[in-house]
């Protein structure tokens, strides 16, 4: 019963596969695990967009959206067919082929993320030698769409956001990776089944998730950090800085392109959050050795949705940094970290077992972020705050 | 050289001359990303995984955005009133047909080099990883100094640049 639970969407996908020929079986099979990708996330997304405008609503002490369904629960329904229905507005002097074309690539790429992520116990798309590299490939390549709809809309407010992004993205593009190599080290593979595999262990009830040794946990903050910026979300927003730049490199566009780009964005956080929970937390492994029961997909998207809560969560309690703080904390704090991260990573794997390697690898790591927060500190210099625009 | 084989020689061919006939500069560079991603497509269809992939990240989401932008901070997108073909079309295509025939001999005499290959290999990236970190470190190494000298001599030139200006 537990067993069927748990590879219910295994035996589901089998058991409709019966029903054709032998020959075309593998075809519609892949054809069927795409869809319900493309069906499930962007559920998802609608669900967190509610959320995130209910939650925020809520830390901005008002109600948020209250009038569609109750509780305002089909919002995103109306949404959507708003968005449908509105007029698809192309500028007179943009790039008409390119501005068409970047949502698309957008959503292509993002999407294409998933087909590496390992949903539930069987449940990757494909089971790929070098995982972890496609996902990071698929997630460089967003950077071109941000910048083919900044540049394409020909608007100074398009371009300047679309700069931002791509320098933001490059930037924290390095920490990302370098913080995901510290895991991949340990594991010895690229391949994110694997990776789960080896942290789907228990000692004592508990699990071996990386997020539980020195260097896992400095490695989920600095991906957790770098993932922020990666995906523009706030405190790293500033490519679709309103009170700056109208909306960034998606000013000029409407209707269902700018849904597309909306869809792109919160489909990026989702994924961002899917890969920091294969990789540091255990992916679709439960939390507790008495908790495998519970079917392991409800426990990989269960983890999903509390990332998505921290990314609300963060947004409506940080103020938007500004261009010169981010791209220093990305070069002189963030990356001089995840290299030293994985030196970390380096003796913890070839040190012997034993509490001396958690009280080495921790005292490295805490000894030099203190002095790196202390040394980069004592440049600033906080006097009373002035107001210089707003008197 | 299968049916795959040349649509992504197709899609490879007409990136590349797209990035070589446009006008508009930043098409250029859209059309040579186009040109990157099949042949990171060909790699992949030879079941070269790292290189296909490498190739991506690499290609596309550094050296593609790297060229736009380029552009963008010194010309400028718009087209220059005199065209944008070169006035001697003659020297570019010496220098073409000879990197051409260079890399022609180059591979056409790998043949010889390993001449009892009869089934495919397989390449795992644990493999490719295995042979960087023993047989080919000193390479490695030396790649990675001189990417360091390379960045550091930017750091030097953008803070040249800035004392210069005050």
């Known amino acids: 019963m537990i067993e069927q639970a748990d590879q219910i969407f ?32 962007p559920a998802l997304f609608a669900i967190a967009v509610l959320m995130e405008r209910k939650g925020l609503g809520r830390m901005q002490n008002r109600l948020g959206p209250n009038r569609v369904g109750p509780f305002g629960l089909f919002q995103p329904v109306a949404d ?29 790429v993002v999407f294409m993320g998933y087909a590496v992520l390992p949903m539930g116990r069987n449940m990757t798309l494909v089971s790929m030698d070098s995982g972890l590299l496609f996902y990071f490939a698929m997630g460089a390549s967003t950077e071109l ?7 394409s809309s020909r608007n100074k407010y398009s371009l300047l956001g679309a700069m931002r992004a791509v320098a933001q993205m490059i930037s924290y593009e390095v920490p990302l990776l370098m913080s995901s190599l510290a895991v991949v080290m340990m594991t010895g593979s690229l391949n994110l089944n694997k990776i789960v595999e080896a942290q789907n262990q228990y000692t004592y009830g508990l699990p071996h998730w990386y997020i539980f040794t020195p260097w896992g946990f400095a490695g989920f903050v600095l991906y957790a950090i770098a993932g922020t910026a990666e995906t523009n979300r706030s405190p790293f ?9 109208v909306a960034g490199y998606f000013t000029e566009y409407s209707g269902f392109k700018f849904a597309l780009f909306f869809l792109g964005e919160y ?8 890969l920091g929970s294969t990789l540091f937390l255990g992916g679709w492994s439960a939390p507790f050795a008495f908790l495998t029961w519970v079917p392991s997909w409800i426990w990989f998207f269960g983890k999903v949705m509390l990332s998505m809560c921290v990314f609300i969560w963060v947004r409506g309690t940080l103020p938007r940094l500004r261009q010169d703080q981010l791209m220093n904390f990305a070069w002189k704090f963030v990356l001089p970290l995840t290299l030293l991260n994985l030196m970390v990573a380096a003796t913890w794997r070839f040190m012997p077992e034993g509490w001396l390697r958690w009280v080495v690898c921790s005292a490295i790591l805490v000894g030099v972020y203190t002095l790196m927060a202390r040394v980069g500190m004592r440049r600033e210099h906080f006097g009373p705050r002035s107001y210089r625009y707003a008197e | 050289m299968s049916f795959v084989f040349y649509i992504l020689s197709a899609i490879s061919v007409a990136g590349a001359l797209a990035a070589v006939l446009l006008k508009n500069t930043v098409h250029c560079a859209l059309a040579l990303t186009v040109a990157f991603a099949g042949l990171a497509l060909l790699f992949l269809n030879l079941d070269a995984q790292f290189a296909g992939f490498a190739q991506i990240l690499v290609y596309i989401g550094a050296v593609a955005i790297l060229v736009v932008f380029a552009i963008l901070l010194t010309r400028g997108s718009e087209t220059p009133k005199d065209g944008v ?11 073409a047909a000879g990197v051409f025939a260079v890399l022609g001999w180059a591979i056409l005499g790998s043949s010889k080099a390993l001449p009892h290959e009869t089934a495919v290999p397989t390449v795992t990236v644990l493999d490719i990883g295995n042979a960087l970190m023993s047989r080919y470190v000193l390479p490695l190494e030396i790649v990675a100094l001189l990417l360091t000298a390379a960045l550091i001599g930017a750091v030097i030139v953008a803070m040249h640049e800035k004392d210069g200006a005050r």
């Not at chain 1, 489909?267 to 899917?274: A, Q």
């Open chain 1, 145 to 151: 769409s941000v910048f083919m709809a900044g540049w």
């Open chain 1, 237 to 245: 927003d500033l490519p679709e800085g309103e009170s700056e730049l």
């Open chain 2, 85 to 95: 073909y070169s006035r001697r079309p003659f020297l570019g295509l010496v220098i």
């Open chain 1, 267 to 274: 489909v990026g956080m989702l994924s961002i959050s899917g």
């Open chain 1, 80 to 108: 959507g067919l708003k968005s449908l229905t509105k007029e698809d507005i192309v500028p007179l002097s943009a790039d008409a082929v390119v501005h068409f074309l970047a949502p698309v690539f957008l959503v292509v």
């Open chain 1, 10 to 41: 295994v035996h589901l996908l089998h058991w409709l596969l019966g029903f054709l020929p032998v020959g075309i079986q593998g075809y519609v099979g892949v054809l069927l695990c795409v869809a319900t990708i493309i069906v499930t996330f």
